[in-house]
């Protein structure tokens, strides 16, 4: 990758972006994208390989400034974690959040709409990416292989994250508008197969190394990772344990908590790199406040009850605010704000800690109870703690996930994820938040594109 560009991914993006991005995302249905279908498919942007490279790297712009992995409060590590246990809201009753957090939501909402809106059509420019490329002759066979994996990943990333939110959704491979407008919803199994099969083609197809060098442009690594994720949740728990092994055994752990969050942390798998230099993370504007009470949200008192005592991640991982009667905490995970020590902070998209812990969840479901114990342990040793005492597939699996609330909390919606895989949803919210109903496990089809497309009905029960 360039370095100009891996230094500043908005360096020579707007060409292209123009292009690939403000012609579309303004559309309002994923389904109404004949016009940018012609732009992103010209002769101009597929003969010349640094326009698709600054095409690809505007789409890794989109998902860190805008809606599902974005670390400002439009994204899923600030609406999932009010939506689940891990925030309180404090904001005004009118801003969108307070839905989310009271689960409340309609079909109508306008928040739910952009997230379903956006996800599609940075897929949309995923599927321009990979059919513009596979039918120009301007690229050598390393130069289509990178950017058609790279595409099939962000393409498997968001599909991933919409079977989770919405339940059964269509999987969008085309940017043939005529298919796309009448798509049908389609069964889990198939999303999941239509997943594994983009990440195993993203696996063959994309290099060893990152080629930006800083973990911002995904590698076979970054592939296999998503993938042991999806098949745990696909409880293939052999393949998840095969692929998070090897990730683990590629990758170097970083045995201090305090620079688990740092752009060269080592481990580091897939991260977003800030806009400007001196912008620092959206996370760490969302979610750092300085006043007593909070201005908008904070870390509830049941998530941070639920730290051990002396576990360093409560300490260096969550920030604190007093007025010598109330308490409040934020999640420090990222801790400089714009201006603040250059960029010395890069958004964590893939991690190691959570491939030990899928790696634990798998071993213990195969009744490998010493290796899943082992992995529990290497999380919980750098956070201070001593050695796991469970010793029962069950007990570990409680284990597990309380290391995974406790590691990944406000970091992409992992919380909410976790309860509903484990049917834990109505136990644990239900007794503590009022609004909880059972129905609430998915989110409402967006009320529009049911009205744009029936062949989307019918609407989640509920909604």
């Known amino acids: 990758m360039n370095t100009h560009i891996q230094n500043r991914q908005t360096k020579y993006i707007f060409p292209v972006v123009l292009l690939l991005f403000f012609s579309f995302l303004s559309c309002e249905d994923f389904v109404e994208v004949d016009t940018p279908n012609h732009l992103l498919s010209g002769e101009n942007l597929f003969n010349d390989p640094k326009t698709v490279e600054a095409a690809m790297v505007g789409i890794y712009v989109q998902l860190r400034n805008s809606f599902l992995l974005t670390g400002t409060s439009q994204g899923l590590s600030n609406l999932m974690g009010l939506y689940t246990d891990e925030m309180d809201y404090y904001g005004n009753s009118t801003i969108r959040e307070a839905s989310f957090y009271r689960n409340n939501l309609l079909a109508s909402d306008e928040t739910v709409a952009e997230l379903w809106n956006a996800s599609y059509n940075q897929i949309y420019a995923s599927n321009a990416i990979i059919e513009g490329v596979a039918n120009s002759s301007y690229f050598t066979p390393e130069e289509t292989a990178q950017f058609t994996g790279e595409a099939k990943f962000i393409r498997a990333l968001i599909h991933f994250h919409l079977v989770n939110l919405f339940g059964e959704v269509p999987y969008i491979k085309t940017t043939n508008y005529l298919e796309n407008q009448v798509a049908s919803r389609q069964p889990l ?23 930006s060098g800083e973990h911002v442009r995904p590698d076979k690594r970054s592939a296999k990772a998503l993938l042991a994720r999806v098949y745990l949740y696909m409880e293939n728990w052999e393949m998840a344990a095969m692929l998070s092994e090897e990730v683990i055994n590629n990758t170097a752990w970083e045995a201090d908590p305090q620079n688990v969050f740092l752009k060269e942390s080592s481990g580091t798998i897939w991260q977003f790199m800030p806009e400007f230099d001196e912008s620092n993370t959206l996370e760490a504007q969302t979610f750092i406040f300085q006043t007593v009470p909070p201005p908008v949200r904070a870390l509830s008192s049941n998530f941070i009850n639920a730290f051990e005592d002396g576990d360093l991640r409560k300490v260096f991982w969550t920030g604190m605010v007093s007025d010598g009667v109330e308490t409040y905490y934020y999640s420090a995970k ?10 010395a902070e890069y958004s964590k998209v893939l991690r190691m800690a959570e491939q030990y812990l899928i790696r634990a969840e798998a071993r213990a479901k195969m009744g490998d109870i010493a290796g899943a114990r082992a992995d529990i342990n290497r999380i919980r040793n750098r956070a201070g703690l001593a050695n796991t005492t469970a010793t029962s597939e069950n007990e570990l699996l409680t284990a597990i996930l309380q290391e995974r609330r406790v590691e990944l909390f406000t970091e992409h919606g992992h919380r909410f994820f976790d309860l509903k895989r484990s049917n834990k949803l109505d136990v644990v919210l239900d007794p503590i938040k009022e609004g909880w109903d059972t129905t609430d496990q998915l989110l409402p089809l967006p009320e529009k594109e049911l009205l744009v497309n029936p062949n989307l009905l019918p609407q989640n029960p509920g909604y």
Not at 192 to 210: F, H, M
Not at 334 to 343: A, F, Q
């Open 334 to 343: 990222y801790k400089l704000l714009p201006g603040e020590s250059g960029n």
């Open 189 to 211: 199994e198939e999303v999941y197969a239509s997943i594994v099969t983009d990440l195993e083609g993203a696996i063959n197809q994309l290099p060893e190394e990152d080629v």
